[in-house]
């Protein structure tokens, strides 16, 4: 058995490689996943602000549109892009501030068209 002590070190530190090379692949996608959120500032200290997705709309089976607050804190746009299943294109864009005015604007006239009250019926007679 005494030779056996050097032989079965060495199958030791050679199995430990491979558990530590396979924990490192494993760790890997973690990481990167972890690294990219950083990067585009969804993690608490990270640079940046994150999009945000206001509004989307079906107009067909693989197209939408879809209105997304992008930018600095304090220089936010609205992009009202046309998305589909090959192509994002921006088809209009404005200043956050702007459309926040126009929704609450929008909302408003609507509020107000749900709001009027109903015509009574002309009293009916009864036929018998």
């Known amino acids: 058995m005494a030779e056996g002590g050097p032989a079965g070190a060495g199958l030791a530190q050679t199995l430990l490689l491979v558990v530590l090379f396979v924990a490192a692949l494993s760790a890997l996608p973690w990481l990167i996943r972890r690294l990219q959120q950083r990067r585009i500032g969804l ?46 294109s921006c088809l209009h864009t404005l200043p956050a501030a702007s459309f926040a005015a126009e929704v609450a604007a929008a909302q408003s006239v609507q509020a107000a068209q749900t709001v009027q009250p109903l015509q009574p019926d002309a009293p009916r007679h009864a036929t018998s």
């Open 43 to 88: 993690l608490p200290g990270a640079a940046g602000t994150p999009s945000r997705v206001l509004s989307s709309v079906a107009v067909g089976p693989q197209q939408r549109v879809v209105s997304v607050e992008v930018g600095p804190a304090h220089a936010r746009t609205v992009l009202v892009l046309g998305v589909t299943a090959q192509h994002i």
